[in-house]
């Protein structure tokens, strides 16, 4: 059985004072829940504090984005060997928000713009490489656009996003990694897709890992649901026969992420 993890995705949230604050409370909130694994995703310019305030508890610590370089002159990137230096135990690799030309990038940002931010699935594919070589979990994302999925193309946006991301994987380094399937626009849109649909799509990923990579992979890679996942909705979605947890953005900005938690640690 796959244990379910439940991700907190702070994206560009929070100051010191209050991200400690608040891992404070969830830290206490969760002592003693089994079940379930916790980790939240915080800015890199909060990590040391959060991996301070995490110690000797149960929440693990996350960073939202690496480069794939292992060091060098690279000036204002962090490597993954850094990520795991802070204690970090995962990384967000390939994130919508990331990928540049949707999800939140502004319509007025030119192409130049959009092209330096953005990674793509061979970017994104280095980052999860050089991110299990130095020891840590990518959480890597997936999800097609409101026009891909208006025009019936979801499946197989989805099913190019994987096969590209896992390309030179081993199915043992599959089996451990995370995909989080978050539909771009279920996210901070407070649209959260059907739990029904959001599993059948990611049934489908779990195919895809089967095919490409055998059963040991698909049976041990864990698929998140991200897109508007709260405490209202985490029941339902926890529910479901393929989603292994949620990543999360805005409602794990709040000590109610803890009762998130605790409804993936009681299936
Ligand atoms: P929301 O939960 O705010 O919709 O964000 C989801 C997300 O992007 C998590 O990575």
């Known amino acids: 059985m796959r244990t379910p993890l439940i991700a907190g995705n702070w994206k560009m949230n929070m100051t010191i004072a209050d991200g400690v604050a608040l891992v404070e409370e969830l830290k206490a909130a969760l002592r003693g829940v089994t079940g379930a694994d916790a980790a939240v995703c915080v800015p890199f310019t909060l990590l040391k504090s959060i991996a301070d305030a995490l110690a000797g508890g149960t929440i693990a610590l996350g960073a939202q984005d690496m480069f794939w370089e292992p060091k060098g002159a690279y000036t204002g990137q ?4 850094m990520l795991h230096d802070v204690c970090c135990t995962y990384v ?3 994130h919508s928000e990331r990928r540049g030309r949707f999800g939140s990038i502004p319509e007025s940002w030119s192409d130049e713009l959009l092209d330096a931010f953005g990674d793509n699935d061979a970017v994104v594919n280095r980052k999860v490489k050089a991110a299990l070589a130095a020891g840590l979990t990518p959480i890597m994302c997936c999800g097609e656009t409101l026009a891909e999925r208006e025009r019936g193309i979801t499946d197989e946006v989805v099913a190019g ?7 030179a994987l081993t199915a043992a380094q599959v089996a451990g990694l995370v ?3 978050e539909p771009v626009w279920a996210i901070g849109t407070g649209k959260v897709c ?5 599993n059948r ?4 990923i779990r195919a895809v890992v089967r095919r490409l990579l055998g059963d040991a992979a698909a049976d041990g890679v864990r698929i998140q649901y991200g897109g508007s996942a709260s405490p209202d909705n985490i029941a339902e979605i926890m529910a479901q026969s393929d989603i292994d947890g949620a990543l999360v953005g ?8 803890a009762e998130m938690v605790k409804v993936a640690a009681a299936r």
Do not use: W
């Not at 962090?78 to 060997?81: F, T």
């Not at 996003?161 to 390309?167: D, H, K, M, P, R």
């Not at 059907?194 to 959001?198: I, M």
């Open 92 to 94: 967000i690799i390939g």
């Open 179 to 181: 995909i989080a399937y």
């Open 161 to 167: 996003q994987i096969t590209a991301g896992l390309a």
């Open 194 to 198: 059907d739990p029904a649909e959001g």
């Open 201 to 204: 799509v990611i049934a489908g």
């Open 78 to 81: 962090i490597s993954a060997a």
């Open 250 to 257: 805005g409602a794990a900005l709040k000590p109610s992420f």
